[in-house]
């Protein structure tokens, strides 16, 4: 059985509030009794993509289980490289696949500099389609961007478009177990591509949903309620469940 735990949207700004809910959720992990087969980040962990929001990160996000993140349309490509990752600054597209004997995760890079909407552009889906082939077991594909529409018109206006290139792309990889996201700011549980796809819920806020507040820009989110993540167990048989926790 593997065990990831998600979490998203940290939007570390140098600010207590965001520090201190990116602490409450590593300290949860960090204590756990059991190590994590990985800790995945969905974007959006800088809130300007500046280098100190960087350096917080690597702080904060310290832990002893494997540490996976991804960038999303608050991260700078190349501070991203620099602070999170040890390498050259670029901004090339983040791709990066992570592999285990039992599992693997393709974390893909969605974002569009100078954007807040989403797409997977041609280099990162010929990456994508050569790194699912190189593997064998259950994958997960990781982005920042949902690539379908969550019912929340102001989010489903930022989504990962173009979605409609990575289904097909899927359909020749059977051993992708699920999709896995961020950016909404709000757990949701939907199906792409005939596969799961997991939104991971806000770290530093909470969206609140159409139908809980009158339209006010003002009102989108909720800062009151706790930081929270996704626990997603992959079984022996690929299949995927999600857990969330509220920390």
Known sequence: MIVIAHLSDTHLDGSQRATDRTKAVLDHLNGLPYDLD???????????????????????????????????????????????????PSAEPVNRLHVTPGFAVALCDSTIPGRDDGHLDDATLAWLDKALGSVEVPTLVAFHHPPVLLGIPYLDGLRQFGGERLAELTERHP???GFLCGHAHLAAVTTFAGRPLTVAPGVVSTARLPWESRPNPDAHVHHDLPPALAFHVLDDEGRLTTHIRSC
């Open 175 to 177: 051993h992708v177990a």
């Open 38 to 88: 990985a800790v995945l980040v969905t974007g959006d962990i800088a809130d300007h993509g500046r280098p100190a929001e960087y350096a917080l990160a690597r702080e904060l996000l310290g832990t002893r289980h494997p540490l996976l993140v991804l960038p999303g349309n608050h991260d700078d490509r190349a501070a991203f490289r620099a602070g999170l990752l040890g390498e050259e």
